[in-house]
Every structure is written in C-alpha cells, then in structure tokens.
C-alpha cells in the first residue's frame, strides 16, 4: 500500500495517495515513512492542520533526526507562521549543525522576519558547504542590502558572476542590487541582458520598468510592463505598476479597466486596489474612491489602557521603548523600507520579552472591537474585508526616529489590517509646526503617478495611542525637529492559509 501511495502521489494524485496513506497509518499509526509522506501531502495540499499534526507526531516518535524538524519548518513556512518555523529550523540544526537544508531555509525565515545580519550569517554558513548555489548567493546579496550593506551585496553579486558569467538569475539579482542603490542607468544595462536572456523573468521586467520610469523613459516602461503582465497576469506588481504607469500615459480608461478586471479574479488585492483608488479620483469617480480608500470610517484611534501586570501605561510604555531601543535586530536607514533618518527592528516575537506578549494582548483585543465595529457599519461587503480571517499571525517591529526623521509614503502589501502603536513621543515635537511628526494618510509616494489632490487625514501621535487602518492605504509621517526620539510599534495582521 505504501508503494502504490507513493506512485499515486509523484503523479500528482494527491487524493487517492492520501487515501492509502490513511490506511497504512491506520494499520501502523507508527509508520514513519508514511507519517513523513503524509505530512508533506498534506502541506501540498494547503491542508497545514493536517500536516502539522503529522509531523509533530514524527518528530516525537523519531528524537534525534533532523529531517522531521525540517519539514515541520518547511510547513510552517507555507501557512505563514514565521515563529513556529524558525523554532522548528533551529531545532533541526541542533541535531544537525551541517544540514544544508535547514541553514538555507533559516536564513530564508530570518530574512522574512528582517532579522537581516542574523540571515546573512545563515545564508554564509550554507555557502561554506554549497559555494555553487546561486539562489541562495542572491538570498545572501538581498539580506545584505536590506541590511544597508549594498556595497557588499553588490561584491557578492560581482563574485558569483565571475564564476557563472551573465547567468541570468545573477543578473537579474545584480539589477535588483544596483536599484536599491539608486544607480538606475547601470541597473537598466544589466536587467536589459537579463530580459534578454530569460524572457519569462517577470520580477526583472519589473524592475527594468521602476528603472526606465526613474530616468523618464515612461513609455519604455509600460513596454516592459506589459511584458511582464503576459508573462504572468496574476502577478500583483506588474498588474499594478502597469496601471499606475497608463494613468501617468493618459490611458486611464485602460488602467481603469485592467485594476477593476484583476480585482474581480482577485478581490480585495491590495496593491492594484490602491492603484485602482487612485486611477478612480483621476477619471471624476472621487465618491467611488473615497468610500474604498475609508480614510474617515476605517482609520480607527484606540487610546490604550496599561495592560495587566503593568501599573499604567506610563510604566508599560517605558518598558517597550527599553526592549525596542536595545533590540539585536536594530538596523538604522533599513534599505527597501520606508524608515528615513531612524532605525528599523525585525520582527518581534511575542516570546522574547512579556512586554511584547503584553502589547499583542492588546492589540488583540482592538483589532477584534475594530473589526467588529467595522461590521455594524455595513462593511462586510467592503473591499477591506476581502482578506478576513479568523486565523492570522501578527507581524510586529519597532521603529526609532531622530529629530528630522520620517516615514515615507507606503503600504503594507501583506496584511490585511495594520497598525501603529505610539511608545515614546518627543515633548517638544509640535512645537515649530503642528503637523510635524504626525501620521498622515492618503498621500502616495513621489514615483506613484497621481493627478488628482489625493483625499489626506492626519492623526496626531499620543503617547499610548493605537492607530488601526486597512493595510492597503498609502500613509507616511511628517519629520520633526524635536529634540528626544520619537519611538513606535506597527504591526501587521496577516491572514493565514488554513
């Protein structure tokens, strides 16, 4: 039975292996090979519970052997529990301090979370063994950027090309390089001989397109857009960058209509619904956009009580800005995010500390009144409740910023809510203006094409204030002159697979 469950399953028969499966592991519910075997169906099949299930119950059965750890990690990994897949990942590499698998997948996890220098570590230790894999070679130059290491990560990508001269994958990465350090005219000589190379690289196509769109070639970018579109329609990025790039063209008919049909196959897709807000205020449809974009009735303030186990939220305050300040994954000017003269945190895991459990505690409790308050306003319906889940992770990281420093406008492409928890506010920061420091909303960023005055709401920053809004809404902060550091909390609710 094992055998003809194993033919059924490399020929793509997920259903009848999984029955046979089932009938191995009822015969021997000890079975290790099926227990594994299932397991990964299982994860094939997006059914996590399942495959979770099974490979604790090998990992307890089976002390000792790596593999078991490996592809729980890898499981956890696809339902988007970063935390449970980096235990899982290190776990493994206790048993097995050489496992290939396990160090590349670690860095993989630690990069998601933006535990960057810690992913570069990873990633290096892999190379030690496999100095050939150039995927991982770019998952190395790509931690080391993010980590504001560019120069570095730009060596790397140099190195790898020595030994494989114009592989396109190193030289889709080394574009994707020389683009987050803004040497757009080298960057599109290189991604050319990519796109040249491998037609079907939609990712290079897009940041060929961000490239000619910064030197002022708009009409080559939307080429290139279009390109990548047919290469691969539900690729959310291209769709909506090919759209934003039509409006600033005048075809906002076609941009119009390209959002409205990708949003009926994908509903509530937050980076075309964002274009598609906009192209709507540009075509006179303002009431249609303001009413998705939801500045009024969805942004939603929550002034926080102290948690419990804390005396007021002075004191809870003071400790979270102590656990951020000090936090190892602290990296200052993070490249491809939106913090400009600050610092930036990975992702915080509620284990590490009580007061982050704490603080997720509390923002548990207001997503849930927010979504429920979004409810009795006749939201269901809304596009902002496309990605409603009663299953979800948080994603959690804090923020550090100087006098003079800011957010740049951005979105949160993979939540469904976000939010922003206010820790540490200067006394002073309102003093030369009173917009400065504050979060505001609707404002897109210099390289989003818009022709319309965007609708704007602003929220002042209070210390023990809990800002909440739909993860698709472009927002920012205001720089500040104060003296003192302006420290605070977002986070993501993201919705998981099962």
């Given amino acids: 039975m094992l055998h003809e469950a194993m033919t059924l399953h490399q020929q793509g028969r997920l259903d009848a292996a999984d029955a046979l ?125 993010e980590a504001g290491h560019s120069e570095r990560a730009l060596v790397e990508v140099d190195a790898a090309l020595l030994r494989t001269p114009d592989h396109p994958l190193m030289l889709a990465n080394k574009g994707a390089v020389l683009c987050g350090l803004g040497r757009y005219v080298a960057a599109i000589e290189v991604l050319e001989k990519t796109c040249a190379a491998d037609t079907g690289d939609d990712m290079a196509l897009i940041n ?52 409205a049909e990708f949003l009926a196959r994908y509903p509530g897709e937050r980076l075309v619904l964002n274009t598609y807000i906009y192209a709507l205020a540009d075509t006179g449809q303002c009431d249609k956009s303001a009413i998705i974009l939801g500045l009024d009735e969805l942004v939603t303030i929550v002034d926080c009580a102290a948690p419990n186990g804390f005396d007021d939220i002075v004191e809870f305050n003071r400790r979270l800005a102590e656990f951020i300040e000090t936090h190892p994954s602290l990296v200052t000017e993070p490249v491809r995010k939106s913090t400009t003269g600050g610092a930036q945190t990975g992702e915080l895991n509620p284990a590490e500390d009580p007061v982050v459990a704490a603080f997720v505690d509390v923002i548990d409790a207001a997503i849930q009144q927010t979504v429920d308050r979004w409810q009795r306003l006749d939201f269901g319906d809304h596009p902002v409740m496309a990605y409603a889940a009663d299953r979800r992770a948080l994603r959690i990281w804090g923020t550090v910023l100087e006098a003079g ?59 023990g204030r809990l800002v909440l809004f739909p993860s698709y809404c472009f927002h920012r902060t205001l720089p500040f002159a104060a003296d003192g550091k302006r420290i605070s909390v977002a986070f993501d609710v993201v919705p998981l697979s099962r």
């Fill in 21 to 145: 499966y089932v009938r191995v592991l009822a015969a021997n519910p000890k079975h290790l090979q099926a227990l594994r075997l299932r397991g990964i169906l299982s994860r094939q099949s997006a059914d996590y519970d399942t495959s979770i299930l099974l490979l604790r119950r090998l990992n307890q059965l089976a002390p000792g052997d790596p593999v078991p750890a490996s592809e729980l990690a890898l499981t956890y990994l696809a339902s988007g529990e970063l935390h449970q897949a980096e235990q899982a990942l290190r776990e493994a590499l206790r048993f097995d301090p050489g496992s290939r698998q396990a160090l590349a997948n670690l860095g993989a996890v630690l990069q998601r979370r933006g535990h960057l220098e810690e992913a570069a570590k990873q990633y290096a230790a892999y190379l030690d063994l496999e100095p050939d894999d150039l995927e991982v070679r770019c998952n190395l130059a790509n931690a080391l950027m």
């Fill in 208 to 259: 060929l397109a961000f490239a000619r769109r910064r030197c002022g070639d708009t009409v080559g970018a939307a080429d290139v857009l279009e390109q990548a579109v047919r290469i691969n329609p539900a690729n959310a990025r291209a769709v909506a960058d090919c759209a934003n790039v039509e409006m600033e063209l005048g075809r906002c008919d076609s941009a119009l209509r390209r959002c």
């Fill in 405 to 463: 420093g800011f957010q740049l406008p951005h979105t949160h492409p993979l939540g469904w809510i976000s939010g922003v928890y206010y820790v540490q506010i200067p006394e002073d920061m309102r003093s030369d203006s009173p917009e400065a420091g504050v979060l505001e909303f609707g404002m897109p960023p210099e390289h989003f094409y818009f022709a319309s005055q965007p609708e704007l709401r602003c929220v002042e920053p209070v210390e």
